[in-house]
């Protein structure tokens, strides 16, 4: 007590600590709930169905998001850390372009092996691009990761170097880089996107659905 601790009183106490009941067991699936060492290899799991996980530059939601993960997809694990009361883990996956960032580790479980084929979800192409107003169309290379149902983040190679991304969410092009304004029309299978009035992108429709 405060007023006691004024007075340096002291007072003698015996604290004893029991554990008690059946045989413990071990949590399973072994998500990743520790800060040192652990498996080799992650796999995604418990990511809401039709959704991806996003790997960010950073640990922690404020940071940049650099790819997407589906349930199933496994990786290397690089080590895990706290971001505030969050556990957040250091990945790497093998892809056509190698995808090196930060997840939460409450979607990852340990993985038994090495991915023999990469990530599961992800593909590659050229979609027509004009990131400059006024310039004729080009080609532009991207990368999309699809968590099915019409969500999809696609990545778009710039041509005077970075990437735009747009993540679609039920079929529909809902979110781009941080302070860029984004709208679409769809035609047939197509969709025009423009952002901030003036970048165009044409995506087809089996970019986002695949096929």
Do not use: H
């Not at 007023?3 to 007072?11: G, H, L, Q």
């Not at 593909?123 to 991207?142: D, H, K, L, Y």
């Amino acid at each position: 007590m405060r007023n006691a601790a004024r007075r340096d009183e002291t007072a003698d106490y015996t604290l004893s600590v029991a554990i008690t009941g059946g045989k413990a067991t071990a949590p399973s699936p072994d998500y990743a709930d520790g800060l040192a060492g652990g498996p080799d290899f992650w796999q995604v799991k418990g990511v809401p169905a039709g959704d991806t996980l996003n790997v960010r530059s950073g640990a922690g939601t404020s940071n940049r998001v650099v790819g997407a993960l589906a349930n199933g997809d496994r990786v290397r694990n690089l080590g895990c850390e706290m971001a505030g009361t969050a556990r957040w883990c250091r990945i790497e996956a093998a892809s056509g372009q190698a995808l090196t960032g930060w997840v939460s580790g409450r979607y990852l479980v340990e993985a038994g092996a090495e991915p023999n084929n990469g990530i599961n979800s992800q593909a590659t192409g050229q979609i027509p691009c004009s990131p400059v107003a006024g310039q004729p169309t080009t080609n532009c290379a991207f990368r999309v990761t699809r968590g099915g149902n019409g969500n999809a983040a696609v990545w778009i190679e710039l041509p005077a170097g970075g990437e735009r991304y747009v993540e679609f969410v039920d079929g529909r092009p809902e979110t781009t880089d941080a302070g860029m304004q984004i709208s679409f029309e769809k035609i047939s299978d197509l969709y025009l996107i423009r952002i901030d009035g003036s970048e165009r992108y044409e995506i087809p429709e089996a970019v986002v659905y695949g096929g």
